[in-house]
């Protein structure tokens, strides 16, 4: 029996997709084309703006022109100030859109208000990504959280592995309202891909061939529970890594935080093969990443993304939302203190053995069409289709990667 929220009966539907960042345009990107596929779902965007300029370069990559954008960035801006914006920005524009469902993505503060906007107005909400847990409430901060409280005002949980499914179920989640689709970061990455990328920024067009015999690291690190300390033991330990290795090369793209940009600058500017460099268009970095040896990063998004360009991962944080990654071999986890990032880089660069064994596992996150998943059980869930569409499992580990 389909309905599993009481959404059954329409015979079309109108979807509001609501994002604020650069990572949660990426993800829901594929999930906006796929919703366009569908003449009985009327797609709109919302954007709050938490993030501008990161935020655009992926709309104009992606071709998503929002419906509403509330603009709401601003220098210095707190979690409070931000949360405050978003809800009652968000609480405007559904009085006047009247969705039947807000779509929205992942952990970030954009996430929880919207979530909160459409529960205050009675709308049902979908989550994109809902059941990664790390069960400590500051870490990710305050990511953690943002996922915990949306998946309580969710109705329709698109959960990326079942070790998400299984987080949600412990939660009391009705399991007619969970569905594993795989990551849509596997969707966009996919598409974004392109043998012979001509790199938009200009930093980035004489890379092909400009070091060769050199291997590249790439590295991105700006997690706010890494500000301070952390980011001080980081930046230290990849001044040693790069004195200590001859052959590698650091590009190190450096968030616009002064948090961030003014710790790695202290540590790491002008420093021989040491390149850093700021954000670039989501097609660039993309496509830098397949360029790389490895990825040393405290992103949550690259852990998924860079596996399924065999590249190995070492992440800078200690703890993960995505076990997945960890059991299935594709990343290392150092922490931050400067001695065990050294150690866990200075493995992969020294042990071929390790290192390709973490090239070749086999990425957890999913296989491109997640996307696609989601459009289907919103289309089932509402009763415009009697096909549920079958639900992402990552395949076993082939014999020779064994």
């Not at 529960?119 to 990710?140: D, M, Q, W």
């Not at 990063?297 to 800078?316: C, F, H, I, M």
């Not at 064994?357 to 009763?383: C, V």
């Amino acid at each position: 029996m389909s309905d599993p929220g009481g959404l059954a009966g329409r015979s079309r539907i109108r979807v509001m997709s609501v994002f604020g960042t650069r990572p949660e345009a990426i993800k829901m990107a594929p999930v906006i084309k796929s919703l366009s596929h569908f003449p009985d779902i009327e797609s709109q965007v919302l954007v709050t703006a938490q993030h501008r300029e990161m935020l655009d370069q992926v709309l104009e990559h992606f071709g998503i022109t929002p419906d509403y954008d509330l603009d709401i960035m601003r220098t210095g801006q707190t979690l409070e100030e931000i949360t405050s914006r978003a809800l009652k920005g968000v609480m405007q524009v559904l009085s006047e859109a009247h969705p039947d469902m807000v779509l929205v993505h992942g952990d970030t503060t954009t996430t929880f208000a919207a979530a909160l906007g459409a529960f205050y107005s009675h709308i049902k909400v979908g989550h994109v990504e809902a059941g990664l847990r790390t069960r400590n409430k500051y870490s990710p901060f305050p990511e953690e959280m943002n996922r915990h409280l949306t998946g309580v005002l969710a109705d329709a949980h698109f959960a990326p592995t079942v070790r998400a499914k299984e987080n949600l179920l412990k939660e009391g989640i009705d399991e007619r309202g969970i569905w594993i689709t795989g990551n849509t970061a596997i969707d966009a990455l996919l598409d974004t891909i392109r043998e012979g990328h001509v790199f938009f920024s200009p930093f980035l067009q004489g890379i092909d061939g400009a070091y060769p015999g050199k291997r590249l690291l790439l590295a991105e690190v700006h997690r706010r529970e890494n500000w301070g300390k952390p980011m001080e033991e980081i930046c230290s330990a990849l001044d040693e890594v790069v004195k200590d290795h001859p052959d590698v090369v650091l590009l190190f793209s450096v968030h616009r935080n002064p948090q961030v940009s003014n710790v790695v600058k202290r540590f790491l500017e002008g420093k021989d093969r040491v390149l850093l460099f700021d954000p670039v268009p989501y097609p660039d970095w993309a496509n830098l990443m397949s360029k790389a040896y490895l990825i040393i990063t405290d992103s949550g998004g690259v852990q998924e993304e860079a596996p399924a360009l065999g590249k190995p991962v070492v992440l800078l944080r200690d703890t993960t939302e995505r076990p997945e990654a960890l059991e299935a071999g594709t990343v290392l986890k150092a922490g931050t203190a400067k001695g065990d990032v050294v150690k866990a880089i200075g493995k992969l660069l020294q042990d071929q053995r390790i290192y390709g064994s973490m090239a070749k596992a086999i990425n957890p996150y999913g296989d491109g069409r997640a996307a696609e998943r989601i459009a289907g059980a919103i289309r089932w869930m509402f009763g415009l289709t009697e096909v549920k569409p079958e639900q992402y499992l990552v395949r076993e580990k082939d014999d020779e990667n064994c």
